[in-house]
């Protein structure tokens, strides 16, 4: 089992930042790939960015040019930097990791992020 705990999310104005954080524990494989989604009220759930651990990362429409997803290996950690943020950014902001051999996947229980005119 792995457990994913994220932190960083709260309320921001249009403009401003935030950082999301996820930490992965239990059996995290060396071979993985971690990232975030997000889920709007009224929405599916979409995706923001994923990254591997050989850094290679992907991006969704919503997150080019302004979010920057990093992992830190020995910690199993993904971050998500996200700047210049809009209303529409508001949403429940969802970490996931994908474990390459065998496809388990595991998703945390979401942060809030508010973006206020």
């Known amino acids: 089992q792995v457990q994913l705990v994220e932190s960083g999310g709260g309320l921001v104005q249009a403009g401003g930042s935030l950082r999301l954080s996820c930490a992965a524990s239990?059996?995290?494989?060396?071979?993985?790939?971690m990232g975030w989604y997000r889920q709007a009220p009224g929405n599916q759930r979409e995706l923001v960015a994923t990254?591997?651990?050989?850094?290679?990362?992907n991006y969704g429409n919503s997150a080019k040019g302004r979010f920057t997803i990093s992992r830190d290996n020995t910690k199993n950690t993904v971050y998500l930097q996200m700047n210049s943020l809009k209303p529409e950014d508001t949403a429940v902001y969802y970490c996931?990791?994908?474990?390459?051999?065998?496809?388990?996947?595991?998703w945390g229980q979401g942060t809030q992020v508010t973006v206020s005119l």
């Open positions: 990254i591997n651990t050989g850094n290679f990362s």
């Open positions: 239990g059996a995290v494989s060396e071979v993985n790939v």
């Open positions: 996931r990791l994908l474990q390459v051999y065998g496809g388990d996947l595991y």
